[in-house]
């Protein structure tokens, strides 16, 4: 028995992760058994409680086996006090679960070369991670604020820091991962200005000497921003801070064609972890069924093939999504003149469909 617990937040999150939902019990069927609670979390969480993550939805959290989550925020909650935004729920279940590795590949389904924003040879094939340290940098950093200073001028303030055992970490995080892809690992930093990036370097040069099979090289964010439009392909794993990463992994969203197709996966020391699409909550096409389910569709797989270790359900939802973009059912973030273009809930119908008549009953056969 797993748990699982949803956290559908705001915007478009609760329409993605209804359709995330259904996809989730269609390939549970027979084959796991599954006890879903749902609670708040973000801007719903704030107009429920006062609070972006309650108590009870954290205790629920360290309860589960597995969290989906949809996305958090909203111009609603833009103006009210800093420490109590729908992204500091966000930021704080992170934290409080201790999900320190953020993995975010960008692979591009090969029915949408053509929505890329680059030109279609250049991206044909894609498949790259990024693997996001999570839980600390200038994210979390102290001290940090907004202050008069002594003559009377308004300081806004964050701090930069790692420690040598949070960089440690994200380094495996990496490697462990690079060797079951292509063995290439790019850390990404600004080591020519930053002493906390020069540790960095360092201490993933002394990790790799663990995984003599690894390439290790290094790259300068700027440049690797630039690299990342020049010529995504060369990249198999790139690893970074927590905003270097959270910068790339949109610009390498938009590669694969729309960042609506994006899922990621928050881990920690045990594997345990939190699923969301990267999109973000979109207010402006909340609640008119606009929106595209797939990138939290794919983040139920992410679930199964790094929570749940069932890989094998994880290939049957990529596989099924793969056949819906072949049959051309797009939503209009991904549409283009030869495709049918369908809302958020059929979108999810027909992935169910697919599942329910693709896979077997048992055992996950195909
Ligand atoms: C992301 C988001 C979040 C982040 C926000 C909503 C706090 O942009 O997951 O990439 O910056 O980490
Ligand atoms: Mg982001």
Known sequence: ?????????????????????????????????????????????????????????LDLARDADAILLGAVGGPKWENIDRAIRPERGLLKIRQELDLFSNLRPAILFPQLAAASSLHAPLVAGLDLM??????????????????????????????????????????????QIAMQRDRRVVSVDKANVL?????????????????????????????AAMQLIREPKQFDVMVTTNLFGDILSDAAAMLTG??????????NEESRGLFE?????????????????????LSVSMMFRYSL????????IDQAVSAILDEGIRTEDI??????????????????KKIQTSGGAKGGER
């Open 1 to 57: 028995m797993h748990k699982i617990l949803v956290l559908p937040g705001d915007g478009v999150g609760p329409e993605v992760t209804a359709v995330a939902c259904d996809v989730l019990k269609a390939v549970a069927a027979d084959n796991l058994e599954l006890d879903i609670q749902q609670a708040l979390i973000g801007g719903s969480a704030i107009d429920e409680s006062g609070d972006p993550l309650p108590p009870a939805t």
């Open 130 to 175: 990024i693997v996001r340290e999570l839980t600390g940098g200038i994210y979390f950093g102290h001290p940090r604020g907004i202050e008069v200073n002594e003559a009377g001028e308004r300081r806004g303030f964050n701090t930069l820091e790692y420690t040598e055992s949070e960089i440690r970490r994200i380094a495996h995080s990496a490697f």
């Open 195 to 223: 002493e906390c990036s020069e540790l960095w370097r360092e201490v993933m040069e002394d990790t790799a000497r663990e995984y003599p099979d690894i390439a290790l090289s290094h790259m300068y964010v700027d440049n």
């Open 258 to 267: 729309s960042i609506g197709m994006l899922p990621s996966a928050s881990l």
């Open 277 to 297: 699409p990267i999109h973000g909550s979109a207010p402006t096409i909340a609640g008119q069924d606009r929106a595209n389910p797939l990138a939290t569709v």
């Open 309 to 316: 270790k069932r890989g094998d359900l994880a290939d049957r």
């Open 335 to 352: 549409a283009s003149a030869d495709t049918i273009t369908v809302g958020t809930r059929e979108m999810g119908q027909r992935l169910v």
